[in-house]
């Protein structure tokens, strides 16, 4: 069975300083894992993917995370926190060729000025 | 390109009453779309795979004649809650899948739906 854990319900940060989600995955064969963020009383949008390719992904706003299959591991980073990132972030998984997205529980993340 | 978008954003309606939400892929056709519901600071649970001309495909423990799903062409999908009660109340999130995206399983999703059943 395929799973995620968002190791961290709450991040707090200031702004400019480092951001780090965590995200760990289990499954059986090779993952298709994504990022996404919602921001309230809103839907979700795509931040990056992994889907086998290079192992660091690039995102949009300045995100991207890393595939580390020894790890089992997809952290999401970014150098440089802003104030428009405080949001809820979901770790997706998903099996390759299946039709379910299995989602994280979540990790709010709050940013101070 | 791949924007979803559903409407109502919001709605209120009495207990009893049905309410149809509809799902729209606006610049892409979708043969798959998926209904999720999130309750308050809690993460999306999939309620159902509506596939284009087909029955819908329902998650175990949710309700297939409480929450009815027409994929009637290939850009709009639509979830009825049929008889809505309280605790119905959600935010309910549609996606869709562009043509493509199976194997990886790429979904777009739509801005939601906040339901209150008064």
């Known amino acids: 069975a395929q799973s995620v854990t968002q190791l961290d319900s709450h991040v707090s940060v200031s702004e400019g300083t480092p951001v780090l989600l965590r995200c760990n995955y289990s499954?059986?064969?090779?993952?298709?894992l994504f990022w996404y963020v919602q921001h309230p009383n809103k839907g979700l949008q795509l931040l990056l993917k992994y889907t086998s390719a290079a192992t660091l992904v690039k995102g949009i706003n300045g995100f991207e995370a890393e595939f580390k299959k020894s790890e089992t591991s997809f952290h999401l980073t970014k150098p440089s926190a802003h104030m428009s990132d405080a949001a809820e972030y979901f770790c997706v998984v998903s099996l390759w060729g299946f039709q379910k997205l299995v989602f994280g529980t979540g990790t709010r993340l709050l940013v101070s000025p | 390109g791949a924007v979803v978008s559903q409407h109502p954003s919001w709605v209120i309606c009495k207990s009893g009453t049905s309410v149809k939400i509809e799902c729209r892929s606006l610049d892409f056709q979708a043969t798959t779309m998926f209904w999720y519901r999130q309750f308050p600071k809690q993460s999306l649970m999939l309620m159902a795979t509506?596939?284009?001309?087909?029955?819908?495909?329902?998650e175990q423990g949710v309700e297939k004649d409480k929450f009815l799903i027409n994929h009637a062409s290939l850009t709009l999908s639509t979830l009825t809650v049929t008889s809505a009660h309280p605790e119905d109340s959600s935010f309910y999130i549609c996606s869709a899948r562009p043509p493509g995206r199976d194997l990886y399983n790429e979904q777009f999703f739509g801005p939601g739906t906040r339901l209150t059943v008064l």
């Open positions: 509506s596939n284009e001309g087909s029955k819908a495909t329902y």
């Open positions: 499954s059986s064969y090779s993952p298709s």
